[in-house]
């Protein structure tokens, strides 16, 4: 079992900065791969980054790459998502969420799921 809980969200200006953080519990944090996913209003909750249980790999959505970055500690057992020149549409709720399958983008094949974090970019 892992529990998950994000903090860091909140309102930014377009171009903006924020970094997101997950707090997990629960003995086998290490062996998860991790993954954030947003949702929209309106929309469906869709992938934004995942790394796996090491964290030499990660994979990032064609819209956030280059401008996010997924990373995680293993000792403290957090996860972090560092989302620079944050645009409009980066709007959304955002989950992290915890698979025991290698890094993955499908929402189906992550088990446990925090309870989101909103983040609102403004113009």
């Known amino acids: 079992q892992v529990q998950l809980v994000e903090s860091g969200g909140g309102l930014v200006q377009v171009g903006g900065s924020l970094r997101l953080s997950c707090a997990a519990s629960?003995?086998?944090?290490?062996?998860?791969?991790m993954g954030w996913f947003r949702q929209a209003p309106g929309k469906e909750r869709e992938f934004v980054a995942t790394i796996s249980w090491s964290g030499g790999r990660s994979y990032y959505a064609d819209s956030v790459k280059g401008r996010f970055t997924i990373s995680r500690d293993n000792a403290k057992k957090m996860v972090y998502l560092q989302m620079n020149s944050l645009k409009p549409e980066d709007t959304a709720v955002y989950y992290c969420?915890?698979?025991?399958?290698?890094?993955?983008?499908?929402?189906?094949?992550?088990?446990?799921w925090g309870q989101g974090t909103q983040v609102t970019v403004s113009s």
């Open positions: 969420a915890a698979s025991d399958r290698v890094p993955t983008a499908t929402t189906a094949e992550y088990d446990y």
């Open positions: 629960g003995r086998t944090f290490g062996s998860y791969t």
